[in-house]
């Protein structure tokens, strides 16, 4: 919550703005709606899948050995 709160006095105005987030994308335009569809999906399906995988192996090997 603090470093979020932090973002405009780091900042100041230029908040969501300038080369910190670089320039949007409508993925449509690119892609058209079909395209941008499955790339998102796709996208969303992986993260999914790895973070599945690392929550997996955190299980199977325990940090620092503790149980």
Do not use: H, Q
């Amino acid at each position: 919550m603090l470093a979020g709160g932090l973002w405009v006095p780091v900042y100041g105005s230029n908040v969501g703005m300038g080369s910190l987030y670089g320039k949007g994308v409508f993925m449509p335009d690119m892609f058209g709606w079909a395209g941008a569809l499955i790339f998102s999906i796709t996208l969303l399906t992986a993260f999914y899948i790895f973070v599945t995988w690392l929550e997996a192996r955190k299980k199977t090997f325990s940090i620092g050995g503790n149980s």
